[in-house]
């Protein structure tokens, strides 16, 4: 079995902005199973779920701004991460409004 590719920062250089039906949170707690709580920009606390292509090369932690999709069926409930933004792409985000600063 082989080792996973895990990017780095440096790796991160584009900047994925919210479509429609996304939105902005922040990681509140690591659930374990590739699961997060996320406080997202709508005010609602929702279990994420680590889509596998960002759970192999991306890590997240605890505090970080992350991109949520919810879900059809529950959607006030779940939503799949769809991207995890660096510190820099934080602040540009912040500066430009689309990060409410609650967050």
């Known amino acids: 079995m082989g080792k996973r590719k895990v990017l780095s920062e440096e790796d991160l250089k584009e900047l994925v902005l919210p479509g429609e039906g996304e939105l902005l949170g922040v990681v509140i707690k690591l659930m374990g199973s590739d699961h997060i709580l996320v406080k997202c920009s709508d005010g609602k606390t929702r279990i994420g779920r680590i889509i596998g292509r960002l759970k192999r090369k991306i890590w997240i932690r605890e505090g970080d701004v992350v991109l949520v999709a919810p879900w059809e069926f529950k959607g006030d409930e779940?939503?799949?991460?769809?991207?995890?933004?660096?510190?820099?792409?934080?602040?540009?985000?912040?500066?430009?409004?689309?990060?409410?600063?609650?967050?």
Request: aromatic share 16%; charged share 30%; no cysteine.
């Open 78 to 103: 779940k939503a799949d991460v769809v991207w995890r933004y660096t510190i820099s792409q934080v602040d540009w985000l912040k500066a430009n409004k689309y990060l409410p600063e609650e967050l």
